[in-house]
């Protein structure tokens, strides 16, 4: 174990170009000192394999001990100790299947790197030795010594020699200390420092010592040996968060270590033990998704988890989540304001609790069919009422728009439209008919110079209530006119209203009376227009008689209508 230690050290001290400092060895001698030191400690582990971690070999038809040695091992001369380890006693036959025990100290270690596998907004990579960022993309390779940094909508993930996998997240910054492979064992030996930010690890399970995947942070480390689990740094590295999906993970910090079972996390500070495990929460359930989302921004729902202090939603373009289209962390169990492009995607939701730990996450499919998007609709407005039956209906013009779908029908499903227009060249549309007094329903969708057609509008519903009553002729005493219309049901009141015009803007009467009659001065000579509205108990409109019109002429022209017996009877006297 001493010896595994120092090599560990001294493999992770660097050295530093200069004058030797007073008393010091020179350059050149330290480093010859320490290349004796190393062989030291080989040959040590070649002595007493026994105190060395021990990788399994499974022979295959046509081994024998020096193409194995020439193969894996640093140097062919270990066939020996080989031999001797394994009890072998004839090197040229080697039983296929049979395993061999050889020391993970002997094998031939090489740098490997990991390559890059996904990358989404901004992602950059700081390269040995220059350490100038530099844009990535897929299937670039990073080694030992690089560094990466996600901006605030940037995601990555790599994959390692083993195909073990890593996801780092927005916001973040990691650097690749060590990436090592053990020969052709399939052992790895990988090394990396989360500064700050997020991710989330998929290491191949492993049987072999020799493989090691650590995360380091300022607060502390995690190791593993095959399992699912996130990491994440906040507080300028003052707070580290693990939490356990599959597997176990080691947690050390501050000269302690603990394990991690599935389905468990732990915060971390700096400079502190590792905290408690905590279970984590279980996955929030969805509510009420839609196979296909027709409006953007998006507006997503979930049953409130017990315990949870906020929630985290990841979009990525498939299940791999490889990548993310949208992350974001929400105060409450409503999320809005999810903006996305037209296409398939994948969503998931997990619980956050009090300590910032993330629990199990819940997924679901999404596609959006929102562009081009549709129209405003403007009249008839929502809820409107339409008198006359003839109304006239108006929608805004969306850039890029060719062509309108227009659709009414007397049902909001729509089954079996009344109207049915898809080649509507302008954002109007007058029915050629007169509607029956019912409800109506109305929407529509857009076609732009793609030739693509968008989804539907909001269904907007208006009325075209039964016809309202009509005024009989007026009665007049010489000063005022009388105006009477039939009685409606009980409770019912009316609104009676006369203008100069038909579009009743400026009205010279307009009361509201109890019983179906309303009286007015006498005017001036002249057209006019009157209607009778009947009102429900609220003051809302029910319904609106006809227009009429009504002419009252000069005093001399009433003459015409006296009877000729009363003019007569005038002139005698």
Do not use: C
């Amino acid at each position: 174990m001493a010896a595994r230690n120092l090599v560990r050290i001294m493999g992770g001290k660097k050295l530093t170009a200069g004058r030797p400092a007073p008393g010091r060895r020179p350059r050149g001698a330290q480093i010859q000192l320490a290349s004796i030191l190393l062989f030291a400690i080989v040959e040590l582990a070649a002595m007493s394999p026994a105190l060395a971690q021990e990788w399994l070999y499974t022979v295959r038809p046509g081994d024998n001990i020096w193409l194995i040695s020439e193969f894996y091992l640093r140097d062919t001369s270990f066939w020996r100790a080989l031999q001797k380890l394994n009890a072998i006693a004839d090197p040229l036959h080697l039983l296929p299947g049979e395993k061999l025990r050889i020391p993970v100290a002997w094998l031939k270690i090489q740098p490997v790197p990991v390559r890059i596998i996904a990358t989404a907004g901004d992602v950059s990579a700081l390269r040995a030795p220059q350490n100038d960022p530099r844009p990535v993309s897929t299937d670039d390779l990073l080694y030992a010594g690089d560094e990466i940094r996600t901006g605030a909508d940037g995601s990555i993930t790599v994959e390692f020699a083993d195909g073990s996998r890593l996801f780092l997240a927005s916001n973040s910054r990691l650097v690749f200390d060590l990436l090592s492979a053990f020969g052709q064992s399939g052992m790895v030996d990988s090394r990396m420092r989360l500064e700050y930010g997020r991710n989330q690890s998929t290491v191949r399970p492993v049987l072999d010592a020799g493989s090691r995947y650590e995360t380091w942070t300022p607060a502390g480390i995690s190791a593993v040996r095959g399992t699912e689990f996130r990491t994440s740094v906040a507080e300028g590295g003052r707070r580290m968060n693990t939490e356990v999906l599959r597997g176990t993970v080691e947690l050390s910090a501050h000269g302690s270590t603990v394990k991690l079972a599935t389905g468990f996390g732990a915060r971390t500070e700096q400079g502190q033990q590792p905290g408690r495990a905590v279970r984590l929460l279980p996955p929030p359930k969805l509510v009420d998704i839609p196979a296909v989302e027709e409006r953007v921004p998006i507006r997503l729902q979930v049953e409130p988890v017990d315990g949870a202090a906020a929630y985290r939603l990841e979009i990525a373009p498939t299940a791999a989540f490889t990548s993310l289209l949208f992350d974001r962390v929400y105060p409450t169990a409503v999320f809005g304001g999810i903006d996305l492009d037209d296409g398939a995607a994948v969503l998931r939701v997990r619980a956050i609790d009090a300590l910032g730990l993330e629990g199990y996450t819940s997924t679901h499919d999404l596609v959006v069919d929102a562009r081009p998007e549709p129209p405003l609709l403007m009249l008839p407005q929502q809820e409107g009422m339409i008198f006359d039956g003839k109304p006239v209906f108006q929608w805004t013009e969306p850039d890029g728009a060719v062509s309108y779908h227009f659709q009414l029908a007397a049902s909001d499903d729509f089954a079996e439209p009344l109207l049915d227009n898809a080649a509507l060249t302008t954002a109007g549309y007058v029915p050629p008919q007169t509607l029956a007094p019912g409800t109506y329903f109305w929407r529509v969708a857009v076609t732009d110079r793609s030739t693509e057609k968008g989804p539907f509008s909001d269904v907007q519903r208006f009325r075209v209530p039964p016809p309202g009553p009509v005024a009989e002729p007026p009665e007049s005493d010489g000063d005022k006119l009388l105006f009477r219309w039939p009685e409606g049901a009980p409770g019912e009141r009316y609104r009676f209203q006369v203008a100069t015009n038909r579009a009743f803007d400026a009205p010279i009467v307009d009361v509201v009376v109890d019983e179906p009659r309303a009286e007015m001065p006498l005017p001036d000579y002249g057209t006019y227009y009157l209607r009778v509205l009947t009102l429900d108990d609220q003051g809302g409109v029910l319904r609106q008689g006809a227009v009429q019109e009504i002419n009252l002429s000069p005093p001399w022209y009433w003459l015409l209508f006296i009877p000729a017996g009363a003019v007569m009877f005038a002139l005698l006297l």
